[in-house]
């Protein structure tokens, strides 16, 4: 998970994007060229395509919800489930609205314009796809950009995806669809992140309840006193481990604003505007 670490500043670049000259990225986004970015002003969504040459892929990211957007909270705590019509996907469900916002704004034709001009200048590179949770968002975060990998796994010929903090966006066969045919798919988590947790998942009512999908990665502390050792724990490929974060409770805010040791949503804003301003 060394390398998920190191690629993490990409989920993250957005609100200092344009000069590249946010603190966190440590020169790690060197010889990043950017292909699109698409700003949906209206629906508050932000995502960029570019190619990295270190990774010699195609870069997709997409920033989640800001917490000033009410509309976005509204839809975001909309739970309604809505049939997910792709082929050989059998009793496929995914959250109303997740789904209506990947369908409903610019964003979607802005990435599969910008792959299609990454690819016709660079050609049949692989695609890697993070998901960022810009100022403080909490739901909907990234849930776009697995709608997006979908579409564009058909006519690639690799498509890897990093998740951070990613919620449930739907049952369990849709998870194990997505599964199937994005296998090459990391969803980290931090310890007590809430968003992890949401919206809840119902042992008990295994064919209606919103399910992960795999392969969870666990990232959480052990220690006793001063003497304290971050974890990166591999899960299981149910999507559900119950020895993951689904074995701690999700009461945490601040955990899901910081991933890798790296301080993200309005404090971090905060911070780099007081930085700037030599206050």
């Known amino acids: 998970m060394t ?8 989920a993250g670049l957005h609100g200092r994007f344009n000069a590249w ?41 997409f920033r989640g919800t800001q917490e000033t957007s009410i509309q976005n909270w509204i839809e975001d705590l909309f739970w309604k489930q809505l049939d997910f019509d792709y082929p050989d996907c059998s009793g496929g469900k995914v959250h109303h ?17 910008g792959v299609s001009r990454a690819k016709a200048i660079y050609g049949d590179l692989d695609i890697m796809a993070f998901n960022g949770w810009g100022h403080g968002c909490f739901l909907r975060t990234g849930s776009c950009g697995l709608f997006m990998v979908l579409q564009l796994i058909y006519g690639s010929k690799n498509v890897q995806v990093t998740t951070f903090g990613m919620p449930r966006i ?27 947790h949401l919206p809840p998942y119902y042992q008990y009512f295994p064919q209606k309840t919103y399910h992960h999908f795999p ?4 990232l959480y502390n052990i220690g006793l006193g001063s003497l304290i050792y971050p974890v990166e724990k591999i899960c299981d490929d149910s999507g559900e481990d119950p020895d993951c974060s689904r074995s701690v409770t999700g009461n945490s805010i601040s955990d899901h604003l910081t991933y890798f040791g790296v301080e993200m949503g309005v404090r971090y804003y905060i911070k780099q505007m007081q930085d700037c301003d030599g206050s």
Not at 4 to 10: A, E, F, H, I, Q
Not at 40 to 61: E, M, R, S, T, Y
Not at 176 to 182: G, L, R
Not at 215 to 218: A, G, H, P, S
């Open 3 to 10: 390398t998920k670490s190191c690629l993490y500043p990409y």
């Open 21 to 61: 000259t946010c603190s966190r990225c440590d020169g790690l986004t060197k010889g990043f060229e950017v292909i699109e970015l698409i700003v949906d002003v209206q629906n508050c969504l932000q995502a960029f395509v570019g190619v990295a040459d270190d990774l010699n892929a195609i870069v997709i990211a």
């Open 97 to 113: 609205g997740f789904f209506n916002a990947y369908n409903n704004t610019i964003v979607r034709s802005g990435i599969l314009d």
């Open 170 to 196: 739907g049952n369990a066969a849709f998870a194990s669809y997505y599964s199937e045919v994005v296998p090459n798919t990391f969803r980290v988590t931090h310890e007590h992140d809430l968003v992890p």
């Open 215 to 218: 392969r969870e990665v666990w």
